[in-house]
């Protein structure tokens, strides 16, 4: 499997990005002056407040900035800066960033693990601070009760890990990058390999504690079923500041299997791949297979297409073996190729580390940024014929920075209705691709290039794609399908990424939100709108 990361942005980079911070820092602001004020007013008095609070003049402060900035495109000297980050060290701290921030006028900017595909967790266009959640990581098992609360400054390996810790025979359907926050990746419906038996994140959430636009702390009972239901795959972000998450614990066998394979357009991979979306989302619940197809460099000096298949299985190596040696003969499936693990071993495994890597890995945190990247997705509902699928190898061959991934659906994705939650993507998808572009080069030209290629690429994939709309997955945040800019909430603009990302539940999402934030202070570029917002241009 590719090791996708790529070394940090230069010294250089970075140089020109706290140098604009200091100077910024030299201008005083009346707002933020009184927002300062206000926090602690609103603070318990036994959880001071004051060394949760970073300014420009903090020494730290750009340090704090960016450890976790996960895009390296949005290092840049133009780019503007926060006036303040609140780390909070306790939801009294939420609760006041809040309501400051909503007295003061400034827009507030939720961070939980920072990977939001377009920054949107730390950047705006207009004067806002950061809410840092990361000091609330939080994570109480209760095997007997089969469940967890997890606080949404942590990470997913940290849950992992803590799940592991309590319990040999449980788990959790959720990403496979383990510094992957997990406020934002719940709230957005985010998904893993155990989701064609579980389904998503939001499919296994029981509870969550949130901070409304009031400040109020509330929980599923007190919040009621239309918001619960919408934080689960419609954003928090749009609705308030998610605290923490009851999540149902998932059974595992003692051990899984995992495998992964390549094979080169040489090796015959247009054919496997061809075979693996007529086979993959028809194979039993327990199995899950990834194709990766990517730019190899060979060791002759040549280019060609590597496509990686890698696989995830609730049971051991015999029975996978002969289910997919009869399914799909054609990968090849050795014993050789098979490694048997622990649930929480199987997690590092997809976390690109090598076999036998200690399981503390899941608990390294996020180091700034890694690389400059653009991230888009789209959904594949009918097979894409042979000839097709060896011109779009092709395609991807003169694109040496894009790799793809076709994470197959059916199972459990197709049994759970398109409205349960608000991500409406299940029966009918035969398999979800995510585009990444990625580059080091620096400077405005390199990264308008590179944008460019991978909006011709996604061009050049519309005919074999979902149509009318063309959906795409809110979790690969993408701008490029429609966004609010300027700090304008326009309904025409929202309803077009709305529709992509929640197709027919974005008309519900809009209700919801009009109920609990009719004044739209929880806003992004591609929040959801309240009625009282709409503006029919």
Request: aromatic share 10%; charged share 20%; with cysteine.
């Amino acid at each position: 499997m590719k090791q996708t990361l790529m070394k940090l942005p230069s010294s250089l980079a970075v140089v020109l990005f706290i140098l604009s911070t200091l100077w910024l820092s030299t201008t005083s602001n009346p707002i933020l002056e009184n927002f300062l004020k206000c926090l602690p007013e609103q603070t318990h008095s036994n959880y001071s407040i004051s060394e949760a609070i970073y300014t420009r003049q903090n020494a730290t402060f750009e340090s704090v900035l960016l450890s976790y900035i996960r895009n390296g495109r949005y290092l840049t000297p133009t780019t503007l800066k926060p006036l303040a980050i609140v780390t909070a060290k306790h939801e009294s701290h939420v609760q006041a960033t809040v309501i400051c921030a909503k007295r003061h006028g400034l827009q507030i900017r939720i961070r939980s693990g920072g990977h939001d595909y377009e920054g949107l967790s730390y950047v705006s266009h207009v004067p806002f601070v950061i809410l840092d959640m990361f000091h609330l990581r939080a994570i109480h098992v209760d095997v007997a009760d089969e469940s967890a609360w997890v606080e949404s400054g942590a990470i997913v390996g940290e849950l992992y890990y803590e799940i592991a810790k309590n319990s040999k025979v449980h788990g959790f359907s959720a990403a496979a990058g383990p510094t992957v926050g997990v406020g934002g990746h719940f709230s957005g419906g985010g998904y893993g390999v155990m989701m064609r038996k579980y389904g998503l994140t939001v499919d296994n959430i029981e509870d969550a504690k949130l901070v409304n636009v009031n400040g109020t702390v509330l929980d599923r009972k007190s919040m009621g079923e239309d918001l619960f239901w919408a934080i689960r795959g419609g954003g928090g972000a749009s609705f308030g500041v998610i605290l923490s998450w009851k999540i149902k614990l998932l059974p595992v066998p003692a051990k899984v299997t995992v495998f992964n394979i390549g094979r080169t357009l040489e090796q015959g991979a247009t054919d496997v791949l061809y075979r693996w979306q007529h086979v993959a989302p028809k194979l039993p619940k327990e199995i899950f297979i990834r194709a990766m197809p990517q730019v190899l460099n060979t060791s002759l000096g040549n280019k060609t297409v590597e496509v990686s298949f890698i696989g995830f299985f609730l049971g051991q190596s015999d029975e996978l073996l002969s289910l997919i040696n009869r399914s799909l003969p054609e990968l090849g499936l050795q014993k050789t190729d098979c490694y048997e693990m622990s649930w929480v071993e199987s997690t590092v495994f997809w976390a690109n580390y090598p076999v036998g890597t200690s399981i503390d890995v899941l608990l390294e945190r996020p180091k700034g940024p890694t690389d400059n990247f653009k991230g888009k997705s789209d959904y594949v509902k009918e097979p894409i014929p042979k000839q097709d699928i060896e011109f779009i190898l092709k395609e991807l061959l003169k694109r040496e920075n894009l790799w793809m991934q076709w994470n197959p659906y059916g199972g459990r994705m197709s049994e759970i209705s398109e409205s349960e939650t608000p991500f409406p993507h299940r029966a009918g998808n035969l398999f979800m691709i995510q585009y990444s572009m990625s580059w080091e080069e620096e400077g405005i030209e390199a990264t308008n290039k590179y944008l460019s290629l991978s909006r011709k690429f996604y061009k050049i994939m519309t005919p074999f794609v979902s149509k009318r709309p063309r959906e795409a997955f809110q979790n690969y945040r993408d701008l490029d399908i429609g966004a609010n800019l300027d700090n304008q909430t326009i309904f025409n603009i929202a309803r077009v990424y709305g529709s992509k990302y929640f197709e027919g539940n974005f008309e519900r999402l809009v209700h919801v939100k009009t109920e609990v934030d009719p004044q739209n202070f929880f806003k992004h570029e591609q929040s959801i709108p309240p009625l009282a917002q709409y503006h029919l241009i």
